[in-house]
């Protein structure tokens, strides 16, 4: 806009018409509320950011999930194992240290709280009149 154009604007008291201080303080008001449009698109509560942030938590959700669907799996196949083979009961029982009537349990040192290959379990004869 050149000096003539800005004289031709004016009125005959030196001032500018009315619609043209409007229209300046409409383009200064939408420029602001603009601004703040933008910035609440990447930083409010439905931005980009939280978006973001979002689709991560739910990326770590859907591997926690999956990795307890597989545990659910390697659980309900360790279930039916124990329901039709005895030989599992047994190895489970004697990894929990579970001995039977008339066996005697031996620990040796201090690895044996650590490596069950450590345990020795003997079998004694059974007492009559002791179970």
Same mark, same amino acid.
């Given at each position: 806009?050149?000096?003539?154009?800005?004289?031709?604007?004016?009125?005959?008291?030196?001032?500018?018409?009315?619609?043209?201080?409007?229209?300046?303080?409409?383009?200064?008001?939408?420029?602001?509320?603009?601004?703040?449009?933008?910035?609440?698109?990447?930083?409010?509560?439905?931005?980009?950011?939280?978006?973001?942030?979002?689709?991560?938590?739910?990326? $770590?959700?859907?591997? =926690?999930?999956?990795? *307890? /669907?597989?545990?659910?799996?390697? +659980?309900?196949?360790?279930? !039916?194992?124990? #329901?039709?083979?005895?030989?599992?009961? $047994?190895?489970?029982? =004697?990894?929990?240290? *579970? /001995?039977?009537?008339?066996?005697? +349990?031996?620990?040796?040192? !201090?690895?044996? #709280?650590?490596?069950?290959?450590?345990?020795?379990?003997?079998?004694?004869?059974?007492?009559?009149?002791?179970?």
């Amino acid at each position: 806009m050149g000096r003539e154009d800005e004289a031709a604007e004016r009125d005959e008291t030196g001032e500018r018409p009315v619609a043209v201080r409007r229209s300046r303080w409409l383009a200064v008001v939408l420029l602001l509320f603009s601004l703040f449009g933008i910035t609440s698109l990447f930083t409010g509560p439905g931005g980009f950011v939280r978006i973001r942030n979002l689709r991560a938590e739910l990326a $770590e959700v859907n591997d =926690r999930n999956f990795d *307890l /669907v597989q545990s659910a799996h390697r +659980l309900q196949s360790q279930i !039916e194992r124990l #329901r039709v083979d005895d030989g599992e009961i $047994e190895r489970l029982a =004697r990894r929990h240290r *579970l /001995v039977r009537d008339g066996e005697t +349990l031996y620990q040796l040192g !201090e690895d044996a #709280r650590r490596h069950e290959r450590t345990t020795v379990v003997a079998s004694e004869p059974a007492k009559p009149g002791r179970r």
